[in-house]
Nanobody
Framework: QVQLVESGGGLVQAGGSLRLSCAASGRTFSPYAMAWFRQAPGKEREFVAS????????YYADFVKGRLTISRDNAKNTLYLQMDSLKPEDTANYYC??????????????????????WGQGTQVTVSS
């Protein structure tokens, strides 16, 4: 079993920055990939970015456009999301998720939430205009 705990959310003005963290724990934590999703009130949970855990390859949703950067620290079992130039439309609850194994070479680019195996509880990000 894997436990994921997000932190780093908060209230920030438009144009500001935040850094989200997701600490993972479990007996043997060795995922194939991890990702960030977000869910705004009244909307579906949507994919933000993913990273292949061992190789560090990343994949982003189109709306990211260089403003958000996903990274990880394998030694600390921690996933990060650096968020810069934040906009009010970035306001959402941000979740980290784990892909346990790959079914193809580019499986880390999966954007469907149904494909992910474990989820954190989320951390709220609110961007004021």
């Amino acid at each position: 079993q894997v436990q994921l705990v997000e932190s780093g959310g908060g209230l920030v003005q438009a144009g500001g920055s935040l850094r989200l963290s997701c600490a993972a724990s479990g007996r043997t934590f060795s995922p194939y990939a991890m990702a960030w999703f977000r869910q705004a009130p009244g909307k579906e949970r949507e994919f933000v970015a993913s990273i292949r855990w061992s190789a560090g390859r990343t994949y982003y949703a189109d709306f990211v456009k260089g403003r958000l950067t996903i990274s990880r620290d394998n030694a600390k079992n921690t996933l990060y999301l650096q968020m810069d130039s934040l906009k009010p439309e970035d306001t959402a609850n941000y979740y980290c998720a784990v892909l346990r194994a790959a079914l193809s070479v580019y499986w880390y680019t999966r954007t469907r939430k149904e494909d992910y195996d474990y989820w954190g509880q989320g951390t709220q990000v609110t961007v004021s205009s």
